[in-house]
């Protein structure tokens, strides 16, 4: 059930445009919190990342993340505070991220998020982790308002959504298998490149002739908008072999251009066939992969071509962040969504059906 005094906070929020949301964000390996005033504009953004924890196993441990964001999330919700400059009472709701991600370290943002709400005697919403991504784009534009495409690449998640208003999404399509960051990653593990590999692949695509041709056949863009990333990664992978096994060295920044051209190539096109069949003039990125240059890039040529704009936001707000959460609550708020109540519990996945309207 609900607290009543949280639910007459709640639905005080739809008439505050000035409202102050704290938002928690434990999906992975980034503990963070965050003060956003009205949606849009950040107080504070507080980010305990664990690269250097989970550098030694080559990728995050589940285990290890969680045990970790207990260990920093009271903390970090209380830097939050400091560097806003608000006290715990002039927070007017708590959003927390509740899915998708790794469930353990979902499981700490919630519990700590549901603790946060009782004790002041506030609004929890519960927010969608896909969701909090494409807000991003909400606060490094304060003037950005649907409808536009999202494409929200990241390392769990490669979809391209149609949002016709702040809580109506459809989505177009998407990856079959692995998300395009995870593909990136593990390229650059069969490549013996450290963690974190996304990075660490588009710096020595810099440095690279994308020449390797790794299919027969170049893909091409699937009527359904679907694409997959798996094929890619497994010809990255019998191509690295065959080169080691014929005792050649593998020109390691030829084999991370190529890929890049290729993943990303095939990225853009099919955004922008989303792009036209919606009709629609303004394409927001989002998610971690959406601070790679030559998928930002390669986006702008498309808009270029065929007549769209492309917005995306600073990579602070790419990565895992808490002031995306805080900022897509104020959307859903707005519109009496996303009210939860202690029972909330984390949800290691939320699939968008394709095709078929959400309304969040």
């Known amino acids: 059930m609900y607290n009543e005094t949280a639910k007459q906070k709640f639905d005080a929020l739809k008439d505050n445009p000035d409202a102050l949301i704290l938002g928690i964000e434990s999906s992975c390996d980034e503990t963070a919190a965050a003060v956003v005033r009205g949606g849009r504009f950040v107080m ?11 550098k030694r196993f080559g990728g995050v441990v589940p285990e290890v993340a969680s045990r970790n964001h207990t260990l920093a999330l009271p903390d970090v ?3 939050a505070l400091r560097q806003a400059g608000v006290t ?9 991220t509740y899915g998708a991600g790794l469930i353990g370290a979902l499981l700490v943002g919630v519990s700590s998020a549901k603790a946060f709400a009782y004790a002041c005697g506030l609004p929890l919403i519960a927010v969608n982790h896909i969701e909090a991504h494409v807000a991003a784009n909400y606060i490094a534009d304060t003037a950005l308002q649907p409808p536009f495409v999202a494409l929200v690449a990241s390392g769990g998640h490669t979809l391209l959504l149609d949002i016709s208003e702040y ?8 990856t079959l298998d692995d998300a395009l960051g995870e593909a990136f990653d593990k390229v650059a593990r069969i490549l013996g490149l450290p963690y974190p590999g996304g990075p660490n692949v588009e710096r020595l695509a810099k440095e690279g002739n994308p020449a390797v041709s790794f299919y027969k056949h170049p893909k091409g863009v699937r009527e359904d908008l679907a694409l997959s990333y798996s094929g890619l990664k497994t010809a ?3 191509y690295v072999h065959a080169c080691r096994q014929r005792g050649e060295e593998v020109a390691v920044a030829d084999v991370c251009a190529s890929f890049t051209h290729e993943a990303v190539g095939l990225l853009a096109r099919t955004a922008a066939e989303a792009m036209k069949r919606t009709g629609r003039k ?5 998610g971690g992969v959406a601070s790679n240059g030559d998928l930002r890039r390669a986006l702008e040529r498309e808009g270029k ?9 600073p990579p602070v707000l790419c990565t895992d962040n808490a002031a995306m959460v805080a900022a897509r609550a104020y959307f859903m708020a707005r519109d009496g969504k996303g009210l939860a109540d202690l029972s909330l519990n984390a949800k290691s996945h939320i699939p968008f059906a394709f095709g078929r309207e959400e309304n969040a």
Not at 305 to 313: A, I, K, L, Q
């Open 44 to 54: 504070s953004n507080v980010i305990s990342s664990q690269i250097e924890i989970h």
């Open 77 to 79: 919700i209380d830097e």
């Open 88 to 96: 715990a009472r002039e927070i007017d709701a708590v959003a927390v």
């Open 167 to 174: 809580n109506r999404y459809v989505a177009l399509g998407g």
């Open 236 to 238: 990255v992978v019998n």
């Open 282 to 286: 303004r394409l927001v990125l989002a």
């Open 305 to 313: 071509t065929h007549g769209f704009d492309v917005t995306y936001p």
